[in-house]
Protein backbone atom coordinates (compact mmCIF):
# COMPACT_ATOMS: atom_id res chain seq x y z
CA UNK A 1 0.00 0.00 0.00
CA UNK A 2 2.49 2.46 0.69
CA UNK A 3 5.13 1.66 -2.17
CA UNK A 4 1.67 1.83 -4.34
CA UNK A 5 1.02 5.22 -2.65
CA UNK A 6 4.77 6.48 -3.35
CA UNK A 7 4.55 4.85 -6.61
CA UNK A 8 1.51 7.66 -7.34
CA UNK A 9 3.31 10.14 -5.57
CA UNK A 10 6.03 10.12 -7.83
CA UNK A 11 4.37 9.12 -10.97
CA UNK A 12 1.74 12.30 -10.24
CA UNK A 13 4.50 14.80 -9.42
CA UNK A 14 6.83 13.92 -12.29
CA UNK A 15 4.09 14.00 -15.05
CA UNK A 16 3.17 17.22 -13.50
CA UNK A 17 6.59 18.38 -13.80
CA UNK A 18 6.67 17.07 -17.41
CA UNK A 19 2.88 18.66 -18.20
CA UNK A 20 4.16 22.50 -16.82
CA UNK A 21 6.83 22.19 -19.06
CA UNK A 22 5.78 21.04 -22.17
CA UNK A 23 2.75 23.65 -21.62
CA UNK A 24 5.21 26.18 -20.71
CA UNK A 25 7.48 25.18 -23.95
CA UNK A 26 4.34 24.79 -26.44
CA UNK A 27 3.69 28.23 -24.85
CA UNK A 28 6.51 30.08 -25.71
CA UNK A 29 7.17 28.05 -29.14
CA UNK A 30 3.35 28.85 -30.69
CA UNK A 31 4.10 32.34 -29.62
CA UNK A 32 7.31 33.01 -31.70
CA UNK A 33 5.66 30.86 -34.50
CA UNK A 34 2.65 33.41 -34.38
CA UNK A 35 4.64 36.36 -34.17
CA UNK A 36 7.35 35.21 -37.20
CA UNK A 37 4.84 34.43 -38.91
CA UNK A 38 2.74 38.33 -38.16
CA UNK A 39 6.19 39.82 -39.48
CA UNK A 40 6.39 37.95 -42.49
CA UNK A 41 2.91 38.70 -43.44
CA UNK A 42 3.37 41.88 -42.79
CA UNK A 43 7.15 41.85 -44.62
CA UNK A 44 4.62 40.81 -47.72
CA UNK A 45 2.33 43.35 -47.18
CA UNK A 46 5.06 46.11 -46.85
CA UNK A 47 6.13 44.79 -50.24
CA UNK A 48 2.90 44.98 -51.83
CA UNK A 49 2.01 48.70 -50.87
CA UNK A 50 5.78 49.69 -52.16
CA UNK A 51 4.94 47.64 -55.35
CA UNK A 52 1.42 49.69 -55.86
CA UNK A 53 3.56 52.75 -55.44
CA UNK A 54 6.22 51.75 -57.81
CA UNK A 55 3.56 50.44 -61.39
CA UNK A 56 1.96 53.76 -60.46
CA UNK A 57 4.45 55.88 -60.98
CA UNK A 58 6.06 53.86 -63.85
CA UNK A 59 3.26 52.84 -65.72
CA UNK A 60 2.54 56.82 -65.74
CA UNK A 61 5.85 57.91 -67.25
CA UNK A 62 5.82 55.52 -70.28
CA UNK A 63 3.86 56.52 -73.16
CA UNK A 64 4.37 53.37 -74.95
CA UNK A 65 2.19 50.30 -74.47
CA UNK A 66 3.45 47.95 -71.68
CA UNK A 67 3.92 44.45 -73.44
CA UNK A 68 4.80 41.00 -72.60
CA UNK A 69 8.82 41.44 -72.29
CA UNK A 70 8.63 44.55 -70.19
CA UNK A 71 5.63 43.88 -68.07
CA UNK A 72 8.29 41.75 -65.71
CA UNK A 73 10.02 44.83 -65.35
CA UNK A 74 7.43 46.70 -63.89
CA UNK A 75 6.88 45.01 -60.79
CA UNK A 76 10.04 43.03 -58.23
CA UNK A 77 10.53 39.52 -58.68
CA UNK A 78 8.71 37.12 -56.90
CA UNK A 79 4.57 38.83 -57.57
CA UNK A 80 2.59 38.09 -59.37
CA UNK A 81 0.58 40.94 -61.52
CA UNK A 82 -2.29 41.13 -63.61
CA UNK A 83 -3.51 44.39 -65.59
CA UNK A 84 -7.31 44.76 -65.61
CA UNK A 85 -9.95 46.67 -67.47
CA UNK A 86 -12.71 49.09 -66.53
CA UNK A 87 -15.36 45.91 -66.70
CA UNK A 88 -13.22 44.21 -64.57
CA UNK A 89 -11.59 41.70 -67.09
CA UNK A 90 -7.58 40.55 -66.74
CA UNK A 91 -6.52 41.84 -69.89
CA UNK A 92 -2.79 39.97 -69.40
CA UNK A 93 -1.03 38.66 -66.31
CA UNK A 94 2.34 37.26 -65.75
CA UNK A 95 2.99 33.72 -64.23
CA UNK A 96 3.25 33.15 -60.92
CA UNK A 97 6.80 32.22 -59.39
CA UNK A 98 8.44 31.52 -56.04
CA UNK A 99 11.75 32.93 -55.11
CA UNK A 100 13.05 30.02 -57.07
CA UNK A 101 11.75 30.62 -60.03
CA UNK A 102 9.45 27.87 -59.60
CA UNK A 103 5.85 28.15 -61.43
CA UNK A 104 3.05 28.38 -59.22
CA UNK A 105 -0.88 28.38 -59.51
CA UNK A 106 -2.25 31.80 -59.88
CA UNK A 107 -4.40 33.28 -57.30
CA UNK A 108 -7.86 32.54 -57.84
CA UNK A 109 -9.34 35.99 -58.95
CA UNK A 110 -13.06 36.52 -59.28
CA UNK A 111 -14.33 36.95 -63.08
CA UNK A 112 -15.09 39.76 -63.31
CA UNK A 113 -13.51 41.53 -60.67
CA UNK A 114 -15.72 43.45 -58.21
CA UNK A 115 -14.79 47.54 -58.32
CA UNK A 116 -14.07 47.18 -54.44
CA UNK A 117 -12.23 44.14 -55.16
CA UNK A 118 -8.65 43.53 -52.69
CA UNK A 119 -8.75 47.74 -51.98
CA UNK A 120 -6.73 46.46 -48.72
CA UNK A 121 -4.86 43.49 -48.59
CA UNK A 122 -6.76 40.09 -48.54
CA UNK A 123 -5.52 36.19 -48.75
CA UNK A 124 -6.14 34.18 -51.60
CA UNK A 125 -6.26 30.56 -52.08
CA UNK A 126 -4.33 29.36 -55.21
CA UNK A 127 -6.33 28.46 -58.20
CA UNK A 128 -7.43 24.65 -58.14
CA UNK A 129 -6.45 24.33 -54.84
CA UNK A 130 -5.64 25.92 -51.34
CA UNK A 131 -1.59 26.14 -51.87
CA UNK A 132 -0.09 28.59 -52.12
CA UNK A 133 -2.24 31.24 -50.76
CA UNK A 134 -1.22 34.74 -51.84
CA UNK A 135 -1.60 38.23 -49.85
CA UNK A 136 -3.52 40.38 -52.80
CA UNK A 137 -3.83 43.97 -53.37
CA UNK A 138 -6.09 45.67 -56.24
CA UNK A 139 -5.86 49.35 -56.78
CA UNK A 140 -6.67 51.79 -59.62
CA UNK A 141 -4.13 53.77 -61.71
CA UNK A 142 -6.04 56.88 -61.83
CA UNK A 143 -5.72 56.84 -65.83
CA UNK A 144 -6.05 54.72 -68.86
CA UNK A 145 -3.17 53.04 -69.98
CA UNK A 146 -2.61 50.41 -73.14
CA UNK A 147 -0.95 46.92 -73.00
CA UNK A 148 -0.15 44.56 -75.73
CA UNK A 149 -0.29 41.28 -74.48
CA UNK A 150 1.52 39.61 -77.43
CA UNK A 151 3.91 41.10 -79.96
CA UNK A 152 1.44 40.66 -82.49
CA UNK A 153 -1.81 41.60 -80.73
CA UNK A 154 -3.45 44.99 -80.76
CA UNK A 155 -3.28 47.44 -77.74
CA UNK A 156 -5.90 47.19 -74.89
CA UNK A 157 -6.58 49.71 -71.86
CA UNK A 158 -6.43 48.75 -68.27
CA UNK A 159 -7.04 50.92 -65.65
CA UNK A 160 -6.31 48.59 -62.65
CA UNK A 161 -3.69 46.88 -61.50
CA UNK A 162 -3.28 43.43 -59.28
CA UNK A 163 -0.66 42.58 -57.71
CA UNK A 164 -0.33 39.16 -55.08
CA UNK A 165 2.64 37.71 -53.34
CA UNK A 166 2.95 34.06 -52.36
CA UNK A 167 3.06 33.32 -49.01
CA UNK A 168 4.56 30.00 -49.05
CA UNK A 169 8.24 31.25 -48.17
CA UNK A 170 6.82 32.14 -45.08
CA UNK A 171 4.76 29.21 -44.33
CA UNK A 172 7.63 27.13 -45.51
CA UNK A 173 9.77 28.85 -42.99
CA UNK A 174 7.41 28.60 -39.86
CA UNK A 175 6.61 24.40 -40.96
CA UNK A 176 10.42 24.20 -40.71
CA UNK A 177 10.55 25.84 -37.47
CA UNK A 178 7.43 24.12 -36.32
CA UNK A 179 9.27 20.64 -37.08
CA UNK A 180 12.55 22.05 -35.72
CA UNK A 181 10.68 23.15 -32.28
CA UNK A 182 9.19 20.01 -31.78
CA UNK A 183 11.99 18.11 -31.83
CA UNK A 184 13.68 20.59 -29.82
CA UNK A 185 10.47 20.32 -27.15
CA UNK A 186 10.74 16.56 -27.13
CA UNK A 187 14.36 16.28 -26.27
CA UNK A 188 13.89 18.93 -23.77
CA UNK A 189 10.67 17.32 -22.31
CA UNK A 190 12.90 13.78 -22.66
CA UNK A 191 15.89 15.31 -19.93
CA UNK A 192 13.49 16.92 -17.90
CA UNK A 193 11.69 13.64 -17.40
CA UNK A 194 15.09 12.08 -16.61
CA UNK A 195 15.99 14.76 -14.39
CA UNK A 196 12.82 15.10 -12.28
CA UNK A 197 12.89 10.94 -11.77
CA UNK A 198 16.34 11.61 -9.84
CA UNK A 199 15.14 14.89 -8.31
CA UNK A 200 12.21 13.67 -7.03
CA UNK A 201 13.60 9.98 -6.13
CA UNK A 202 16.05 11.94 -3.63
CA UNK A 203 13.13 14.29 -2.97
CA UNK A 204 11.18 11.30 -2.15
CA UNK A 205 13.61 9.10 0.06
CA UNK A 206 12.25 10.89 3.23
CA UNK A 207 9.01 9.83 2.52
CA UNK A 208 9.65 6.44 1.88
CA UNK A 209 11.60 6.41 5.33
CA UNK A 210 8.60 7.83 6.98
CA UNK A 211 6.30 5.00 5.45
CA UNK A 212 8.53 2.47 6.08
CA UNK A 213 9.12 3.66 10.10
CA UNK A 214 5.37 4.02 9.71
CA UNK A 215 4.89 0.89 8.89
CA UNK A 216 7.50 -0.77 11.89
CA UNK A 217 5.11 1.27 14.13
CA UNK A 218 1.97 -0.29 13.26
CA UNK A 219 3.42 -3.84 13.23
CA UNK A 220 4.42 -3.30 16.97
CA UNK A 221 7.92 -1.31 16.91
CA UNK A 222 6.04 1.24 19.02
CA UNK A 223 9.67 2.69 19.28
CA UNK A 224 10.71 3.48 16.10
CA UNK A 225 10.85 7.37 15.46
CA UNK A 226 11.37 9.38 11.68
CA UNK A 227 14.89 10.47 11.75
CA UNK A 228 14.86 14.14 11.04
CA UNK A 229 17.84 15.77 9.30
CA UNK A 230 16.19 19.17 8.56
CA UNK A 231 13.57 20.32 11.13
CA UNK A 232 12.62 23.35 9.17
CA UNK A 233 12.30 22.22 5.85
CA UNK A 234 8.48 21.00 4.65
CA UNK A 235 9.89 17.07 4.79
CA UNK A 236 11.15 18.34 8.20
CA UNK A 237 8.03 19.77 9.60
CA UNK A 238 6.33 16.76 8.46
CA UNK A 239 8.26 13.99 10.40
CA UNK A 240 8.71 16.25 13.18
CA UNK A 241 4.40 15.54 13.58
CA UNK A 242 4.55 12.40 12.60
CA UNK A 243 7.00 11.95 15.46
CA UNK A 244 4.97 13.73 17.62
CA UNK A 245 2.05 11.77 16.83
CA UNK A 246 3.35 8.57 17.46
CA UNK A 247 4.53 9.71 20.85
CA UNK A 248 1.13 10.95 22.02
CA UNK A 249 0.44 7.54 20.46
CA UNK A 250 2.54 5.52 22.68
CA UNK A 251 1.86 7.70 25.80
CA UNK A 252 -1.80 7.35 25.23
CA UNK A 253 -1.34 3.72 24.79
CA UNK A 254 1.16 3.49 28.01
CA UNK A 255 -1.94 5.71 29.99
CA UNK A 256 -4.40 3.38 28.85
CA UNK A 257 -2.60 0.19 30.15
CA UNK A 258 -1.77 2.03 33.50
CA UNK A 259 -5.37 2.67 34.05
CA UNK A 260 -6.49 -0.54 33.24
CA UNK A 261 -3.69 -1.92 35.71
CA UNK A 262 -5.12 0.78 38.39
CA UNK A 263 -8.27 0.53 37.62
CA UNK A 264 -8.26 -3.84 37.73
CA UNK A 265 -6.26 -3.23 41.35
CA UNK A 266 -8.33 -0.73 42.96
CA UNK A 267 -11.53 -3.29 42.34
CA UNK A 268 -10.32 -6.13 42.85
CA UNK A 269 -10.04 -5.33 46.74
CA UNK A 270 -13.33 -4.54 47.26
CA UNK A 271 -13.97 -7.44 45.31
CA UNK A 272 -11.76 -10.28 47.25
CA UNK A 273 -13.44 -8.55 50.53
CA UNK A 274 -16.86 -9.06 49.20
CA UNK A 275 -16.60 -12.83 47.97
CA UNK A 276 -14.73 -13.35 51.34
CA UNK A 277 -17.52 -12.55 53.54
CA UNK A 278 -20.29 -13.99 51.32
CA UNK A 279 -18.35 -17.11 50.92
CA UNK A 280 -18.17 -17.09 54.94
CA UNK A 281 -21.84 -16.95 54.96
CA UNK A 282 -22.62 -18.88 52.29
CA UNK A 283 -20.80 -22.00 54.08
CA UNK A 284 -22.27 -21.17 57.23
CA UNK A 285 -19.46 -20.32 59.01
CA UNK A 286 -20.93 -16.77 60.47
CA UNK A 287 -23.20 -18.01 63.21
CA UNK A 288 -23.07 -15.18 65.45
CA UNK A 289 -25.56 -12.73 64.58
CA UNK A 290 -22.97 -10.06 65.44
CA UNK A 291 -20.51 -11.41 63.23
CA UNK A 292 -23.27 -11.73 60.29
CA UNK A 293 -24.25 -8.09 60.87
CA UNK A 294 -20.56 -7.27 60.77
CA UNK A 295 -20.28 -9.35 57.19
CA UNK A 296 -23.09 -7.39 55.75
CA UNK A 297 -21.95 -4.00 56.74
CA UNK A 298 -18.48 -5.31 54.66
CA UNK A 299 -20.21 -5.86 51.82
CA UNK A 300 -22.31 -3.22 51.84
CA UNK A 301 -19.50 -0.70 52.45
CA UNK A 302 -17.39 -2.34 50.07
CA UNK A 303 -20.14 -2.06 47.63
CA UNK A 304 -20.76 1.54 47.83
CA UNK A 305 -17.47 2.38 47.62
CA UNK A 306 -17.34 -0.13 44.13
CA UNK A 307 -20.31 2.20 43.32
CA UNK A 308 -18.31 5.25 43.49
CA UNK A 309 -15.79 4.31 41.98
CA UNK A 310 -17.62 3.35 38.75
CA UNK A 311 -19.21 6.60 39.22
CA UNK A 312 -15.81 8.54 38.87
CA UNK A 313 -15.07 6.20 36.38
CA UNK A 314 -17.94 7.35 34.06
CA UNK A 315 -17.59 10.68 34.72
CA UNK A 316 -13.67 10.51 33.57
CA UNK A 317 -14.96 8.78 30.32
CA UNK A 318 -17.94 11.61 29.66
CA UNK A 319 -15.69 14.39 30.25
CA UNK A 320 -12.73 12.26 27.81
CA UNK A 321 -15.49 12.40 25.08
CA UNK A 322 -15.30 16.11 25.22
CA UNK A 323 -19.41 16.62 25.64
CA UNK A 324 -20.00 20.29 26.29
CA UNK A 325 -20.93 21.50 29.92
CA UNK A 326 -23.82 23.46 31.02
CA UNK A 327 -22.74 27.37 31.11
CA UNK A 328 -24.52 29.12 33.47
CA UNK A 329 -23.43 31.66 36.37
CA UNK A 330 -22.18 30.57 39.27
CA UNK A 331 -22.13 32.49 42.31
CA UNK A 332 -18.83 31.34 43.83
CA UNK A 333 -19.19 32.42 47.59
CA UNK A 334 -22.03 30.57 47.42
CA UNK A 335 -20.17 27.96 46.52
CA UNK A 336 -17.74 28.29 48.96
CA UNK A 337 -19.93 28.52 52.12
CA UNK A 338 -21.93 25.30 51.32
CA UNK A 339 -18.91 23.49 50.49
CA UNK A 340 -17.51 24.58 54.03
CA UNK A 341 -20.04 23.89 56.06
CA UNK A 342 -20.57 20.32 54.71
CA UNK A 343 -16.76 19.90 55.53
CA UNK A 344 -17.65 21.47 58.97
CA UNK A 345 -19.84 18.83 59.51
CA UNK A 346 -17.58 15.89 58.69
CA UNK A 347 -14.95 17.39 60.68
CA UNK A 348 -16.26 20.04 63.35
CA UNK A 349 -13.07 20.44 64.79
CA UNK A 350 -11.07 21.79 62.04
CA UNK A 351 -10.11 25.29 61.28
CA UNK A 352 -11.47 25.99 57.84
CA UNK A 353 -12.25 29.79 56.76
CA UNK A 354 -13.62 31.39 53.38
CA UNK A 355 -12.23 34.31 52.00
CA UNK A 356 -14.62 35.12 49.07
CA UNK A 357 -16.03 38.47 47.79
CA UNK A 358 -19.12 38.59 46.98
CA UNK A 359 -18.85 39.38 43.38
CA UNK A 360 -17.14 36.57 41.88
CA UNK A 361 -18.84 34.64 39.47
CA UNK A 362 -17.74 31.59 37.28
CA UNK A 363 -19.36 30.88 34.16
CA UNK A 364 -19.95 26.91 34.29
CA UNK A 365 -21.91 23.68 35.66
CA UNK A 366 -22.64 24.57 38.61
CA UNK A 367 -23.33 20.76 40.02
CA UNK A 368 -19.69 20.04 38.36
CA UNK A 369 -18.02 22.65 40.01
CA UNK A 370 -19.42 22.27 42.96
CA UNK A 371 -17.94 18.61 42.88
CA UNK A 372 -14.65 20.20 41.93
CA UNK A 373 -14.67 22.38 45.22
CA UNK A 374 -15.78 19.32 47.49
CA UNK A 375 -12.49 17.06 45.75
CA UNK A 376 -10.33 19.96 47.02
CA UNK A 377 -11.88 20.39 50.48
CA UNK A 378 -11.73 16.45 50.58
CA UNK A 379 -8.27 16.10 49.57
CA UNK A 380 -7.31 18.67 51.95
CA UNK A 381 -9.25 16.62 54.93
CA UNK A 382 -7.93 13.54 54.05
CA UNK A 383 -4.42 14.10 53.67
CA UNK A 384 -3.46 16.39 56.58
CA UNK A 385 -3.64 16.61 60.06
CA UNK A 386 -7.05 16.77 61.67
CA UNK A 387 -5.76 20.64 63.56
CA UNK A 388 -4.54 21.68 59.88
CA UNK A 389 -6.36 24.93 58.89
CA UNK A 390 -7.56 25.26 55.08
CA UNK A 391 -8.55 27.79 53.55
CA UNK A 392 -10.79 28.94 50.33
CA UNK A 393 -10.28 32.11 48.63
CA UNK A 394 -11.32 33.09 45.17
CA UNK A 395 -11.04 36.36 42.83
CA UNK A 396 -11.62 38.13 39.67
CA UNK A 397 -8.32 38.04 37.67
CA UNK A 398 -8.01 40.87 34.97
CA UNK A 399 -8.23 38.23 31.71
CA UNK A 400 -11.95 37.52 32.54
CA UNK A 401 -11.14 34.10 34.58
CA UNK A 402 -11.62 33.99 37.89
CA UNK A 403 -9.48 31.74 40.76
CA UNK A 404 -10.53 29.56 42.81
CA UNK A 405 -7.77 27.98 45.52
CA UNK A 406 -7.53 25.75 48.60
CA UNK A 407 -4.88 26.25 50.61
CA UNK A 408 -3.47 23.98 53.38
CA UNK A 409 -0.97 24.59 55.97
CA UNK A 410 -0.19 20.23 56.57
CA UNK A 411 3.32 18.29 55.41
CA UNK A 412 3.09 19.58 51.58
CA UNK A 413 4.38 17.52 48.96
CA UNK A 414 7.80 16.22 47.49
CA UNK A 415 7.82 17.38 43.75
CA UNK A 416 8.07 14.40 42.23
CA UNK A 417 4.04 13.66 43.69
CA UNK A 418 3.05 17.03 42.74
CA UNK A 419 3.54 16.47 39.10
CA UNK A 420 1.82 13.36 39.19
CA UNK A 421 -0.95 14.55 41.48
CA UNK A 422 -3.68 14.85 38.93
CA UNK A 423 -2.76 11.54 37.47
CA UNK A 424 -5.74 9.27 37.82
CA UNK A 425 -5.39 6.36 40.66
CA UNK A 426 -1.96 7.87 41.52
CA UNK A 427 -1.85 8.65 45.18
CA UNK A 428 1.57 9.25 45.85
CA UNK A 429 4.14 6.90 48.25
CA UNK A 430 1.50 7.02 51.52
CA UNK A 431 -0.44 4.11 50.64
CA UNK A 432 -3.02 2.32 48.63
CA UNK A 433 -4.78 0.90 51.87
CA UNK A 434 -8.55 1.22 50.74
CA UNK A 435 -9.02 2.62 54.57
CA UNK A 436 -7.61 5.95 53.69
CA UNK A 437 -10.85 6.37 52.11
CA UNK A 438 -9.41 7.81 48.79
CA UNK A 439 -10.21 5.96 45.07
CA UNK A 440 -6.98 8.03 43.62
CA UNK A 441 -9.59 9.71 41.28
CA UNK A 442 -10.79 13.23 43.20
CA UNK A 443 -7.54 15.15 41.79
CA UNK A 444 -8.04 13.99 37.94
CA UNK A 445 -11.83 14.73 37.99
CA UNK A 446 -10.44 17.90 39.17
CA UNK A 447 -8.66 18.36 36.48
CA UNK A 448 -10.96 16.78 33.62
CA UNK A 449 -13.88 19.11 34.98
CA UNK A 450 -11.51 22.32 34.68
CA UNK A 451 -10.43 21.80 31.86
CA UNK A 452 -13.98 20.67 29.98
CA UNK A 453 -14.81 24.62 31.13
CA UNK A 454 -11.79 26.42 29.50
CA UNK A 455 -9.90 26.46 32.87
CA UNK A 456 -6.68 24.47 34.55
CA UNK A 457 -5.80 23.25 37.72
CA UNK A 458 -2.42 23.34 39.24
CA UNK A 459 -1.10 22.58 42.20
CA UNK A 460 1.84 25.08 44.42
CA UNK A 461 3.81 22.63 47.41
CA UNK A 462 6.79 22.75 49.74
CA UNK A 463 7.33 20.05 51.89
CA UNK A 464 6.75 21.06 55.54
CA UNK A 465 4.70 24.36 54.25
CA UNK A 466 1.46 22.88 52.66
CA UNK A 467 -0.41 23.52 49.75
CA UNK A 468 -2.32 25.07 47.56
CA UNK A 469 -4.30 23.78 44.94
CA UNK A 470 -5.23 26.44 42.18
CA UNK A 471 -8.22 26.32 39.66
CA UNK A 472 -8.55 28.93 36.99
CA UNK A 473 -12.47 28.97 35.16
CA UNK A 474 -13.91 31.85 32.73
CA UNK A 475 -15.40 34.24 34.89
CA UNK A 476 -19.64 34.72 33.86
CA UNK A 477 -19.94 38.24 31.77
Known sequence: MAGAWRGSLRARLMVGVVLLAAVGMVTVNAVSLLALRLNLVNSADTNLTKTRESVQHRVHVRHAPVDAGNLNSLIPDGLYVALVDDRG????????????????????????????????????????????????????LGYTATVRPTPDAAPQRFSRVVVAKSLQPAEDVVYWLVGADAAATLTVLGGIV???????GVGLRPLRDMATTATAIAEGDIDQRIEVARRHSEVGEVGTALNRAFDERQRSEEQLRQFVANA??????????????AQLQLHGLAQDPALIERAMLRIE???????????????????????????????????????????????????????????????????RLRQVLQNLLGNALRHTP????????????????????VTDQGPGMPPETAERIFERFYR???????????????????????????????VHTTPGKGSAFTVTLPAAR
Request: glycine residues 8%; aromatic residues 2%; contains cysteine.
Open 428 to 458: GDESRNPTSGGTGLGLSIVKSITEAHGGTAT
Open 89 to 140: RVVTQTPARDIDGRTRARPDLPDPLPDDFATQVVTLSARGGPVPRYRTLSFP
Open 194 to 200: LLSRGVL
Open 301 to 367: GEAARMHTMVEELLLLARLDQGRPVVRTPVHLATLADDAVTDARLVAPDRPLTVEVPDGVFACGDED
Open 386 to 405: PDTPVAVTARTLPAGTVELT
Open 264 to 277: SHELRTPLTTIRGW
